[in-house]
């Protein structure tokens, strides 16, 4: 038994595998735990997952334990608390019937599953959901169709608002992990445990050259053994431009908050998280009502809150969750659901409480990384009211600065091979093994990651990616809140992509001589999507144009002498998909083209770095 958990004593009543109807006739499989003290009926905990109903959740680690707590264990404590827990299998998976789709049954299903527990004799009629990742998207999506019985939702790092602008695509760009998550999770489909030859030649498929070999198409890929698997991934990569596809329920809350019902909420990210966005934007859309939700963003990445150390950087014992934010994760939700389904749901003297990276020594510590540091802030508001928007210039001659263009007219252009594209060095990211990994890393090549092929140099040094940096700064700086880069460029092409990527440059040390440039926030913009995500249009021959790049939010303590520092370039695989330069159909182009692009910095064309910044925290 982990710490916190309940003895085997209290082990709660388990109905096991209940078959529970949907609209349509197809069954889920659900796990329902009772509490063995108390008359009842008891309001109820749900939690719906495609990754197994009796499988320990990786998100159920408690600091310091060697293993996360198994489903029983996590039952037994909310039971012990006076609820009943619910775990169901999602469509498709493991024990229930039907079709998975990746995410787009998951609101009328979990719709029914919420009305199905109400009406049960054990509980009140008062309903609570939570979970991690797609157990998040589980819930909002439910929450789209406003059940009567939904009480609360804790949204742990997910809950798409709108998919296609981050979780499946981001800037027009298809967004990787997609296919390294079809990849690994059709291996634990039905159709393999049914068929272990299939599972076999799943197995036998190598990702990681397959990811050399893009684009994919149907029957031509290492996902072709489970056609169910291989049908929805390319249905999401070849589905570039914001249609009806992308309104669906499920992933695209945004097109539903006025539905969604005012009732509390928690929502929990972290700067390495694929879902920034997505958290910031239901911040935003939830807050309509009178239950504004509570947000907390750390420094992890997607899950992992226990830990301090992410990628090649420590952020210091204030990182972890327990003992900083909560004793524990678990204790903590409890108590969420205690005020939110038994005590009237008081409001949150807390309602946004942020993780701030840096502030540490820059050395390496005992255990080989970069003590960057942190701390926690509080505030009432995001972006926090004394972070004031500001803006830094980018200039031909490489610098970073806040005075604005000198001339009428200057540019930097570079030319972009789709067949080299910059490959990805930590960042937000998740489900990407074992091709690529999140986190915060020196951006310089190393054969860790895939397509580095010179382990030392800096990306900086590519004749594809420009630099901009400021001078070392002469005091602290915070930045805490949302990122765009508006840039102003041009191409030989018909269609091409921009990426930007913000970065704190650690100065030269005896523990790193050159320095360590740390990735804190990225993005990227596809060209063709200049107008509108509806209507692509391609590049007209010499012209000049703006494009918002919008980097996730971060929160960063730069310290004196440190740099802040800017890299553009015109891809980031392979988190995202490389544009072929030839304004072919997204997912489908095979022929690529070098192009020539240029980015400008005169009075007319000001491009602009925008952050958040503040001297003192």
Request: charged share 20%.
């Amino acid at each position: 038994m982990n710490a916190n958990s309940p003895t085997a004593g209290d082990a709660p009543k388990l109905l096991r595998d209940v078959m529970v109807t949907m609209r349509d006739g197809i069954r889920l499989a659900t796990d329902v735990y009772l509490p063995v003290h108390g008359e009842g009926p008891f309001h109820a905990i749900l939690e719906r997952t495609p990754y197994g109903k009796r499988l320990a959740s990786r998100s159920e680690l408690m600091l310091g334990s060697e293993r996360p707590m198994s489903r029983a264990e996590v039952a037994a404590a909310f039971c012990a608390a006076g609820y009943a827990v619910v775990f169901q299998d999602c469509r498709g998976r493991y024990g229930s019937e039907g079709e998975f789709t990746k995410y787009l049954s998951e609101a009328p299903d979990g719709y029914d599953t919420i009305q199905w527990i109400a009406g049960q004799p054990w509980c009140t009629g008062k309903v609570g959901t939570m979970g991690l990742s797609y157990a998040a998207h589980t819930q909002l999506a439910a929450a789209c169709l406003a059940p009567p019985a939904l009480a609360g939702m804790i949204l742990d790092s997910g809950g798409f608002s709108n998919a296609y602008r981050c979780g499946i695509r981001q800037g027009g760009a298809f967004e990787l992990k997609q296919a390294t998550w079809a990849y690994n999770r059709a291996q634990e489909g039905r159709a393999c445990a049914e068929n272990p030859e299939l599972r076999a030649a799943l197995a036998a498929e190598s990702i990681i050259d397959w990811f050399g070999r893009m684009p994919w198409s149907r029957g031509n890929s290492p996902i072709r053994w489970e056609p169910e698997y291989e049908s929805y991934l390319l249905e999401q990569w070849q589905n570039g431009s914001f249609n009806d596809y992308w309104k669906a329920l499920g992933i695209y809350a945004a097109g539903y908050y006025d539905r969604i019902p005012d009732i509390p909420v928690l929502l929990m990210s972290s700067w390495y998280d694929v879902y920034v966005p997505t958290t910031f934007e239901n911040l935003a859309g939830l807050s309509r009502g009178h239950h504004r939700p509570e947000l907390v963003m750390g420094p992890w990445t997607h899950g992992n809150r226990t830990e301090r150390v992410f990628g090649d950087v420590d952020f210091g014992p204030s990182a972890p969750f327990d003992g900083n934010i909560g004793e524990s994760w678990l204790q903590f939700r409890i108590a969420c659901f205690d005020r939110w389904l038994k005590g009237g749901a008081s409001a949150s003297e807390t309602p946004v409480r942020l993780f701030v990276m840096g502030g540490g020594t820059g050395r390496k510590t005992e255990a080989g990384f970069l003590d960057h540091g942190g701390h926690w802030i509080e505030a009432a508001n995001w972006p926090p009211p004394q972070a004031h928007e500001t803006a830094f210039h980018l200039h031909a001659n490489g610098t970073l600065s806040m005075a604005g263009p000198a001339t009428a007219e200057d540019a930097l252009t570079y030319d972009f091979d789709p067949r080299d594209p910059v490959p990805t060095i930590g960042g937000a990211l998740t489900s990407g093994q074992p091709v690529f990994e999140g986190g915060a890393f020196d951006q310089r090549e190393d054969l860790r990651f895939f397509g580095c092929r010179t382990p030392g140099l800096p990306l900086s040094s590519r004749p594809d990616v420009l630099m901009f940096e400021t001078e070392p700064l002469a005091t602290d700086l915070t930045i805490v809140g949302p990122v765009t880069l508006h840039l102003w460029v041009s191409s030989d092409a018909p269609d091409t992509d921009f990426t930007a990527k913000l970065i704190d440059v650690h100065p030269p040390s005896a523990d790193y001589p050159t320095g360590f440039a740390m990735n804190l926030s990225d993005g990227i913009f596809r060209c063709r999507y200049r107008h509108s995500w509806e209507s692509p249009k391609m590049i007209g021959s010499g012209e000049v144009f703006e494009i918002v790049i919008e980097l996730f939010a971060t929160a960063n303590l730069f310290k004196a002498g440190h740099r802040i520092r800017l890299d553009v370039s015109s891809s980031n695989f392979p988190k995202f998909d490389v544009n072929p330069n030839t304004g072919a159909p997204e997912g489908q182009g095979r022929a690529k083209n070098i192009a020539r692009n240029t980015v400008h910095f005169g009075r007319e064309t000001p491009s602009r770095l925008l952050v958040h910044a503040m001297r003192t925290v």
